[in-house]
Structures are given as structure tokens and as C-alpha cells.
């Protein structure tokens, strides 16, 4: 994979907002890692099949408990699991919107896809946690819309939080990488988000 690179946003509270890739989230060391799952929470492709992979069986163990007790996933919603053997403790699994044509309210349930996975993962005493950019492979979302979502939603999210003190948004290739890094830029100059410091790295 290419060199990594990292966009660090400081926000009220010390609370941070990075923006890093191109990376596998099923490599992060955040405390939970989101999974951009589907209602039947029992698998696919993308990132889903990639976290399945490599966490092991113990993750889809305990999504089938889930859906017994409480049925399929409705897009928007999240739910925790174990990690199973990824480094991440957690994961997070939401369920994007399908993309139709962006007048479905495919913004509202994204928007909430970012915001339902920060609030579990304050409740669950959570301080870190590591999203894929949900809804962008297999649902069709337009990536520079997504990504004003993703940060707009995030950003907003953590000015709540009492546990969760560091969101990354992990971006798999650089195409989608630069699509971000530019919306990034782009909501801090229109002010949308009013980062305290600003800083960029190679790792
Ligand atoms: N790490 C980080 N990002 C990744 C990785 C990875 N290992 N693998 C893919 N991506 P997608 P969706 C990026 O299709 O659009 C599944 O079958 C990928 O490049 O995984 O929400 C589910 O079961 C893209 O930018 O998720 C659902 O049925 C982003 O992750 C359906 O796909 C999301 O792509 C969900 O579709």
C-alpha cells in the first residue's frame, strides 16, 4: 500500500478529527473500528468481507445473536460486537443508505450512520473509534458528498461526547483520500467546521 498520509483537525475540547490514507481499517488500533455493513448484519463484500476476514468468527457469532433478538438493521442504525482478533476491541456495524438519487434521503441516513456509531460508542466508554467511508463502494454514494457528511455529522458529534476524544476517517485509496482531504479544506474555510489547529503528516 502507498505511503500513508494523515489530516489532524483539533477541535473544541481537544477533541480529534483525522483524516488518513490510503489505509485497511482492519489494521487500526483505534479501540472500535465501524463496519459499513447491511441490514442482515450477516456479512458481504468491501470492507464488510475485509473486517469479517480478519476478526475471525466470533464477530458473525455474535451478529447472529443480535438479529435474533432483535431483527435486521435498519440503514442508519448501529450496533456493537466484539473485535474478535482485530486489534480494535470493537467493531461498530451501521448500514448505509443505497444511493438512488440523492433525493431519497439518502443524506439523513448517512448522517445518522455517523452519528447513531459515535453515540454507541460513547455509551459503551469508547475514546476512539475508526470509520471506512460508509455507503461509497457497493451503495454508490458520490464520495465528495459522503465526505461532507462524514465530517460535518463527525465534527458535530464530538462537540457531545464524554468518552470519545478521537475519530478517523479511513480512506482506502488516494483518489477517495484527496476527495476528502479537498471537502476537508474546504468546510474549514467556509467555517462548517472550526478546527483549533490544523496538521498534516507522512507516516
Ligand atoms: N479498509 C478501509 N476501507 C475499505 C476497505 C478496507 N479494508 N475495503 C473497502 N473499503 P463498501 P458500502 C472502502 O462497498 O458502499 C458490503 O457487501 C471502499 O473502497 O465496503 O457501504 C456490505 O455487506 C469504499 O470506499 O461499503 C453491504 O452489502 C468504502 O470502503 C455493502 O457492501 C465502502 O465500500 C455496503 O456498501
Known amino acids: 500500500m502507498d505511503h500513508a498520509f494523515t489530516m489532524r483537525m483539533s477541535l ?19 479501540e472500535a473500528i465501524v463496519n459499513a455493513a447491511n441490514s442482515s448484519l450477516l456479512g458481504g463484500g468491501g470492507v464488510d468481507g475485509a473486517i469479517h476476514r480478519a476478526g475471525g468468527p466470533a464477530i458473525l457469532e455474535e451478529c447472529r445473536r443480535l438479529v435474533a433478538k432483535i431483527g435486521q438493521l435498519n440503514p442508519g ?11 480494535a476491541k470493537y467493531v461498530i456495524h451501521t448500514v448505509g443508505p443505497v444511493y438512488s438519487d440523492g433525493a431519497s434521503g439518502e443524506e439523513e441516513t448517512l448522517a445518522s450512520c455517523y452519528r447513531q456509531s459515535i453515540q454507541i460508542a460513547d455509551d459503551h466508554a469508547i475514546g476512539s473509534i475508526a470509520f471506512p467511508a460508509i455507503s461509497t463502494g457497493a451503495y454508490g454514494y458520490p464520495v465528495g458528498a459522503a465526505a461532507e457528511t462524514a465530517i460535518e455529522n463527525v465534527a458535530h458529534s464530538l462537540s457531545h461526547t464524554h468518552h470519545v476524544t478521537l475519530v478517523r476517517l479511513i480512506l482506502f485509496d488516494n483518489t ?20 483549533l489547529n490544523i496538521e498534516k503528516s507522512s507516516s
Request: charged share 25%.
Open 176 to 195: 477517495d483520500l484527496n476527495i476528502y482531504l479537498r471537502v476537508a479544506q474546504k468546510l474549514c474555510k467556509t467555517r462548517s467546521i472550526v478546527p
Open 77 to 87: 442504525g448501529a450496533v456493537t460486537t466484539t473485535g474478535g482478533r482485530l486489534a
Open 12 to 30: 473544541d475540547g481537544g477533541k480529534l478529527l483525522d483524516i488518513h490514507g490510503p489505509a485497511d481499517i482492519t489494521k487500526e488500533s483505534t
